[in-house]
């Protein structure tokens, strides 16, 4: 195997491949990333047997051949190379060694043979369809910082998929929710999507599709089963296939929530909301997170107070027209993340009372919502 290509190329490769590989294991090969050339340029394959990763970049490749090379070491190195010299691979097989050459820096790393890489194998799809990458990254960066961290919940450690009927039409919608909040977002559902069945796509793979976006220019195909999930890339200078088992679990059922009747609807400018949000959440402690929204007609007052840090208070005028008031109280850190996620310069509010969960959405935007649990403190 003999090959020269650019480095920046062979390094974004590279770190997906080696994000992907798994960073502690007891099996070598698991650590490595196979390297194939061929006339259709530098194919590089990581797994760790729940996800695989192809993704092949241009290359001028003089001989053909295929070697494992250790993942983070290939990544490191070349990470430190010069930017502005092509890097050179030569196999030795021989010495079952990998040469890289870029410009006065030479190293002969240990590799091991394809023949030890595992075997990928990919059951049958049931369904594919076409998203255009920007929708398929608002559909995910909406969602995806409402998943659960708590590897006990593992059901909810992930971004549900699924397909909804609404108003004499269907949607295909990401749904994520830690059981204190739920973000939901929607998109028209694309020519195949009819009938697929619910997946829930793990943490991990939520994080090498988004890298993977980033490169693409082309809509992303989008193949799904019960257990597997796959997505084929396609960017000017590179194109990557993404394969990952799904979830094995049941996502909550959170239709009810959407449903609520409420009484009471208020209205904020969503950037002096998120600002004054974050300016009166620096007292709070780690402990007890609370800020409370205190609404009177017309006016939001936003506290906090703890004994670390004193208090602070701030008021905001809104577009709440009820004699009544309210006092409710929230995570300041879910009530900013929601906030951060809505590109409207207005964002709605349904409320019921101080126990009940909220709806907030983007004004005039239905295709965005989120659901928010209050404190008791």
């Known amino acids: 195997m003999k090959l020269a290509l650019e480095k920046n190329l062979f390094l974004k490769a590279l770190s997906h491949g080696q994000s992907v590989v798994e960073k502690k294991t007891t099996i070598p090969i698991l650590s490595h990333v196979l390297l194939r050339a061929s006339d259709q340029g530098l194919e590089i394959t990581s797994t760790d047997m729940d996800m695989a990763l192809i993704e092949t970049i241009p290359a001028q490749v003089m001989i053909p051949g295929s070697t494992c090379l250790s993942a983070h070491l290939a990544y490191e190195i070349v990470k430190k190379l010069n930017d502005q010299t092509l890097i050179e691979l030569e196999l030795n097989s021989e010495k079952g060694q990998l040469i890289i050459v870029s410009g006065r820096s030479r190293f002969e790393l240990p590799c091991l043979p394809e023949e030890d890489f595992p075997q990928l194998t990919h059951g049958e799809l049931s369904h594919y369809f076409n998203l ?6 608002h559909l995910i960066e909406t969602t995806r910082f409402a998943m659960s961290a708590e590897e006990t919940r593992y059901h909810l450690n992930g971004i549900c998929f699924h397909t909804v009927e609404k108003e004499n039409t269907t949607a ?5 929710t830690d ?3 739920l973000a939901c977002a929607e998109c028209d559902m694309p020519e195949g999507a009819l009938g697929m069945p619910e997946i829930i796509i793990g943490r991990k793979t939520i ?3 988004i890298k993977l976006l980033d490169e693409a220019d082309q809509p992303v195909q989008v193949g799904v089963s019960n257990n597997r999930v796959q997505f084929s890339f396609n960017g000017s200078r590179m194109k990557a296939m993404l394969s990952a088992r799904l979830i094995d679990g049941a996502f ?3 239709m009810q929530a959407l449903t609520v009747q409420f009484d009471k609807t208020l209205i904020v400018p969503t950037k002096s909301f998120a600002e004054a949000v974050d300016r ?5 402690n780690d402990k007890i997170r609370a800020i409370k929204v205190r609404l009177t007609e017309n006016m939001a007052s936003l506290s906090a107070v703890s004994s670390d840090f004193g208090s602070a208070q701030e008021e905001l005028d809104v577009d709440y027209t ?9 995570n300041v850190r879910y009530l900013t993340d929601i ?6 310069d207005e964002m709605e509010v349904l409320l019921i009372d101080e126990e009940s969960s909220v709806l907030i959405r983007p004004l005039g935007n239905p295709y965005v919502t989120f659901i928010l649990m209050p404190m008791r403190v």
């Open 252 to 254: 909550p059922d959170y």
């Open 172 to 176: 295909l919608r990401a749904a994520a």
């Open 322 to 330: 009820y004699p009544d008031s309210l006092e409710i109280c929230f």
């Open 179 to 181: 059981m204190h909040r």
């Open 280 to 284: 009166v959440g620096t007292v709070v």
């Open 339 to 344: 906030a951060q996620q809505i590109s409207t």
């Open 132 to 137: 255009p990458a920007p929708v398929l990254k």
């Open 207 to 209: 994080q090498e599709v």
